[in-house]
């Protein structure tokens, strides 16, 4: 069974060859049309059409970028407090070091 869409990776390659694209097709179109006005005209309609190709691309892989940035900000908890130099265990007791409000929901004054 093939995985769902959003499962996957973005497919950078593609948003890079279309990059390419569009300055080939620029540069071939500066090359080969003499006239001013028509060679700016079909710059500007290449430079629009690529465009909205890419558009296309963030649309279509917009939940995969999502969820890429997602997995590289989500990470344990013990992971987040040594990067932020607390310890969650106590190294004497190996238990945790956090404090936790008894039942009931008072605190001890």
């Known amino acids: 069974m093939e995985p769902h869409l ?5 497919s950078w390659w593609l948003l890079y060859a279309i990059a390419a694209v569009m300055v080939v097709l620029v540069a071939l179109v500066e ?3 003499h006239n001013e006005g028509a060679r700016m005209t079909l710059e500007i309609v290449v430079v629009i059409a690529i465009f909205a190709l890419m558009l296309r691309w963030i649309r279509t892989n917009r939940g995969r970028i999502e969820l890429s940035e997602a997995a590289k900000t989500q990470r344990p ?32 004054a």
């Open 6 to 10: 959003i499962e996957r990776r973005p």
């Open 77 to 108: 908890a013990v992971e987040t407090a040594l990067t932020n130099g607390v310890s969650l265990v106590d190294t004497r007791t190996g238990r945790s070091s956090r404090r936790r409000p008894p039942l009931g929901g008072r605190r001890p």
């Open 31 to 33: 090359t080969s049309v």
